[in-house]
């Protein structure tokens, strides 16, 4: 027999939840209860909310360390251009997001942490109407930040080429709640015992990877990544080149094929999570020397020293 719960007994059963991951999960805003939530058992979102049954929704990640925001100012403005892309108002301006953002992180108590914004299309019917929902809403959750393994940097990591078709350009440049795509590519990566797959477009152009860029360096040291029509805008990729050119190198935005990945000096993956990792692999090819590059190397180093003490960090 299934029981019927009232609220005394959904208490119970919610405190009754097994999730490995609960201990990971440090605070939660949401609009839609009007306050902030330390209780992973209550860490949730309406069933009818649009971005759970559609998608439709908006998202952004970002990190902190040393009680710092990396990169806020340019994660926020990419989610308001995202939401403007499909319609989507957002309730608050930069400066309130940013208020709930940190006052959500201290609540958190975390030097480090990984944030995620969701900005959905709100409650509302089960319809594919996003006219039927209520309002748009904003949840904010803080979690443990996870980086990669040391020996990863050290040794380089391992990329093939994906087979589920990229998304066209107009969803490439929108970071959706629909990630399913993405979703269908990590599982590759994880099947096939890679690190990361890339996406090659109907043109043979390289376009990126689950939720990271891909860069190379090529034979004159230029650092090249993809168009930003095939791609989702990197922060950290942009700051990274930022980073490069004030170090004196040269950056290029233009398609990039799998000839060009293999004749390069040395490639790379970045993301917020991530940094900059170097790539030694694509399928049975080594790129490079098969080790990790030593420009690739001075641009981690780079961006590490400016996540700890420059100018893009925001103070919680």
């Known amino acids: 027999m299934i029981p019927i719960l009232d609220e005394k ?7 009754k939840q097994v999730n490995p991951f609960f201990n990971d999960y440090f605070a939660f805003y949401s609009s839609w209860l009007g306050g902030i939530i330390k209780n992973p058992h209550l860490m949730t979102v309406p069933i009818d909310d649009h971005m759970v049954h559609r998608g439709d929704g908006v998202f952004e990640a970002m990190k902190a360390e040393g009680r710092a925001v990396y990169l806020m100012d340019e994660h926020l403005q990419r989610l308001f251009n995202s939401a403007e892309k499909i319609a ?11 208020k709930i953002i940190l006052t959500t992180l201290k609540a958190a108590d975390q030097p480090e942490a990984a944030i995620r914004l969701f900005l959905s299309r709100g409650p509302g019917n089960f319809s594919a109407n996003p006219y039927d929902a209520v309002s748009p809403q904003l949840y904010v959750i803080i979690h443990r930040l996870c980086p990669p393994d040391a020996e990863k940097y050290q040794d380089g990591v391992l990329i093939g080429k994906s087979y589920i078709p990229p998304k066209p ?5 929108i970071k959706s709640c629909n990630y399913l795509a993405n979703v269908l590519m990590k ?3 994880v099947d096939r ?7 090659i477009n109907e043109l043979g152009h390289i376009t990126e990877c689950a939720t990271e860029n891909i860069m190379i360096i090529d034979k004159d040291e230029t650092i090249v990544y993809p168009e930003f029509d095939l791609i989702l805008r990197g922060t950290t990729m942009v700051r990274t080149c930022e980073l490069a050119e004030q170090y004196g190198l040269k950056t290029l935005a233009k398609a990039i094929t799998v000839d060009d990945l293999l004749s390069a000096k040395e490639a790379m993956i970045t993301g917020t999570s991530l940094n ?12 490079g020397n098969g080790k990790p590059g030593a420009i690739t190397q001075k641009l981690n180093k780079l961006l590490c020293e400016d996540i700890k003490s420059g100018p893009k960090r925001t103070v919680y």
């Open 9 to 15: 007994h959904l208490s119970a059963a919610l405190a």
């Open 88 to 98: 989507l108002q957002s309730p608050y301006d930069m400066a309130s997001l940013k």
């Open 169 to 173: 350009s107009w969803m490439a440049q």
């Open 187 to 189: 599982k590759e990566s």
């Open 193 to 199: 015992q890679l690190d990361f797959v890339i996406g």
């Open 276 to 287: 900059v990792l170097p790539v030694v692999k694509y399928e049975q090819n080594f790129i």
